[in-house]
């Protein structure tokens, strides 16, 4: 696929004068006045002169806009995945825009297609592992009841399965470069908004006024700076200053849904460059409200400094195509808050190391479970790898191969070289240790714990006595 978009992109340079100087009629954009009331008038572009061909998109998504236009029902493709080809990246899905209800699009594809979502009903299209979103044209008409449409008092859209026109889904699209709709059959691109102008300006830029867009759903102020970060475009300025205004409104969003924002956020192969962005527009507060508290001026503290290893390290995996694991992720980004709250507790509380780590995780665990409502089958595994950095210290005896034999063995040792890089001192020899380990036969691994042992002995365990009884019974008789 990419040699494909590389080989019509070749072409595109070629054509990009005749894009420029088609024969569609001049319009006024409302983006520019935001008035999205005017009627719109889209500019119709060849397709194939913008390197947008048939064959760089999914049979799939292809096969889901034949059926529904053989139907008789209208169908594009939209969004994102033509922003992507037109900047010369791989899409990573495909989504569908049509005017048919997700109710006829469950009968049109039958058991083939499954419906989602309270607040947007959309429709899934199953191709294996493969899945062809597809959404019905979304409304902006004043004319709706509260079944379909409800908002709070703040402005939020609680609920929105209004539908309408093609015109009315263009006014709804959150910027101007994801406003495009791809018709394969008669390869035309609409251009509602000017977005291919933006994309090659590399400007982001809200459809309609941005205050009464970020107040109808919040979660774009943090689209906007996820798109900044990926696709190295700037905000414009008419689009950003409402930020400081309106980022308060993100504490109304669900916490689950704010999850699975910050894993876009941050697990997208763009972490670090999203943090500094998040940092710089004072909305981490929003998202992991705890950690504020050991943010610096200079950015220079452990915990900055851990922050930005972990995002680092976690967009090189996901450039060389590697598994990524939130857990692991949060457990770094959280280790020294951890930490540092296990220390206050033994000097405050008088607590043993064991118990102030059982205090401290479950109280970090529990402010980022109410920030973010992370699922239990991860903070489980952060768990697990916060108890590995206190095992991995212990090497005397048998002590090693229990900890060797934990299931997240991995992932804690990963964190522990990065501490390592962070902290220097003993964390090396003790990095080293556990990689040699690691890469041993058993009579080697032997060797090392022997000589571990020779550096400092096992603590042996006092026994206790029994305490007698000062009454005791000798033949049933109580002698006290």
Request: with cysteine.
């Amino acid at each position: 696929m990419l040699k494909l978009i590389k080989q019509f992109f070749g072409k595109q340079e070629q054509s990009t004068d005749s894009v420029k100087t088609s024969s569609t009629p001049p319009r006024k954009s409302p983006r520019t006045t935001q008035d999205t009331a005017a009627t719109l008038t889209p500019a119709r572009l060849k397709a194939d002169s913008l390197g947008i061909h048939s064959r760089i998109i999914s049979r799939n998504a292809l096969s889901v806009i034949t059926k529904l236009q053989r139907h008789g029902y209208e169908a594009y493709l939209v969004g994102g995945c033509l922003r992507d080809v037109l900047l010369e990246r791989i899409p990573k899905d495909f989504d569908v825009a049509t005017n048919a209800s997700p109710e006829l699009i469950k009968r049109t594809f039958g058991r083939q297609c499954r419906l989602v979502g309270r607040r947007f009903r959309l429709a899934h299209i199953m191709f294996g592992r493969e899945i062809i979103e597809v959404a019905t044209f979304r409304g902006d008409t004043e004319n709706h009841d509260e079944l379909q449409r409800k908002c709070n008092t703040d402005g939020m859209l609680l609920r929105d399965n209004v539908y309408g026109t093609l015109e009315d889904d263009a006014k709804r699209r959150d910027f101007t470069v994801n406003s495009l709709y791809y018709d394969p059959q008669r390869n035309v691109v609409l251009d509602y908004f000017n977005g291919v102008d933006d994309i090659r300006a590399g400007k982001l830029q809200l459809i309609g006024d941005p205050k009464v867009r970020y107040q109808e759903d919040p979660v774009r102020i943090l689209r906007a700076v996820r798109f900044m970060a990926k696709l190295d475009m700037f905000l414009e300025r008419e689009s950003l200053e409402p930020i400081a205004h309106y980022a308060h409104l993100l504490r109304q969003i669900p916490s689950a849904r704010l999850f699975d924002e910050s894993l876009k956020l941050l697990q997208s192969g763009n972490g670090l460059k999203t943090y500094h962005l998040l940092r710089k527009y004072d909305l981490v507060k929003y998202l992991f409200p705890t950690l504020v508290a050991y943010f610096t001026p200079n950015q220079d503290s452990l915990a900055e400094r851990m922050i930005e290893h972990a995002l680092r390290a976690t967009d090189e995996r996901i450039a060389d195509h590697l598994r990524i694991n939130p857990a692991f992720m949060f457990a770094a980004i959280f280790w020294y808050p951890l930490r540092e709250s296990m220390e206050q507790l033994k000097n405050e509380a008088n607590l043993t190391n064991h118990d102030a780590f059982n205090v401290a995780a479950a109280d970090v665990l529990s402010g980022l479970c109410k920030a973010l409502a992370v699922p239990r089958r991860h903070t489980i595994v952060i768990r697990e790898i916060w108890a590995l950095q206190l095992q991995f210290p212990r090497r005397n005896g048998h002590q090693a191969d229990r900890t060797f034999a934990r299931a997240k063995f991995r992932a804690g040792f990963d964190l522990l070289a990065m501490r390592a890089e962070l902290e220097k001192g003993d964390l090396i020899e003790l990095t080293q240790w556990w990689h040699e380990y690691q890469l041993s036969n058993e009579s080697q691994r032997n060797a090392l714990v022997q000589a571990q042992n020779q550096k400092s002995p096992p603590v042996k365990k006092r026994r206790r006595r029994r305490r007698r009884n000062q009454k005791t019974t000798h033949n049933g008789v109580d002698n006290g």
